[in-house]
């Protein structure tokens, strides 16, 4: 049988962390990408090819590194004797990113993101078995056409829904009311489902600035008003319920929206989506009216993500890409 060649992008994290003699603490990407393959127990069946890319703690990674990223992505996989990709990071910023390489990417081959919660030098290690599990993932067939995933603890989770839900455990990540796509088990991939379909944006222009703007009983509008003063491109809410804010927000809000600048509202709450459901200052009918966007189901992170890949994208209908 032919062997299947996966190439892994490294770029840094506590996957690739060591203890600093000084202070005893972990210092993130110090370990290379073809150090830390040494220990994964690869299939002999598959071909692995190593690139050290980066060396970084993944909040210190920026959109022009991405984009560097996806730019070896595309040329790996137009290659046609590779079966996938697996890039390696740190978790903080790991369902972002993952995100991000999901709506510019357009590959019916798997991209895989991973990581680890404790660094390779640790006992109970789960850098080397997260990265044998992605690599198996990114050599399935069961993979194609199904967007870029996070492989973590045994699990196979889609970028658009996965969540880092503890700070420090080895079960880092979830998909809260999605589930997960699929499992690593004893060096097989199990697929269980799969998204009915994909998204795929174009990038014609620089990656706009975003924030996003935590909404709190009592919250007031100087954050807002901050972020137009510093004449940003978008503005992410994360509301609460359905999707309200404090009523102190809303003449900034609306003063935002008249002024060219996109707001989305979104929800704090881990499951479900905002909706016009009350009539008051500060409800989401009452954002609605005022030109503000419904985030529906997305969460603040990936809300920011999408706005940012639409608006620099040839999408011109904004408000569309949050209805999918």
Known sequence: MKNKKVILIATGGTIASEKKEDTGLLQSGVISGEEIVQYCDIPKHIDLQVESMLQKASMHLSFD???AIKERIDLHLANDQVSGVVITQG?????????????????EKPIVFTGSQRSPREVGTDAFINIKHAVLTASSKD????GVVVVFNERIFHSRYV???HASNVQGFNSFGFGYLGIIDNESVHIFQKPIGNEYYKLTNMIPEVDIIKCYMQADDKYIRAAREAKVDGIILE???RGQVSPGMMTEI?????????????????????????????S??????????????????????KLMVGLAS???????????
């Open 65 to 67: 590194d991405l984009l």
């Open 91 to 107: 978790t903080d910023t790991l369902e972002e990113t993952s995100y991000f390489m999901n709506l510019i990417t357009n590959h």
């Open 143 to 146: 993979l194609y056409n199904v």
């Open 163 to 165: 969540k880092k839900e």
């Open 239 to 241: 509301g609460v319920g």
């Open 254 to 282: 609306k003063r935002c929206v008249k002024l060219g600048i996109i707001v989305v509202i979104t929800t704090s709450a881990v499951e479900g989506e905002v909706y016009t459901t009350y009539d008051y200052k500060g």
């Open 284 to 305: 989401t009918f009452d954002l609605k009216q005022a030109g503000v966007i419904l985030g529906r189901d997305y969460d603040s992170k990936k809300a920011r993500i």
């Open 314 to 324: 040839e999408q011109r209908d904004i408000t569309a890409l949050f209805a999918v």
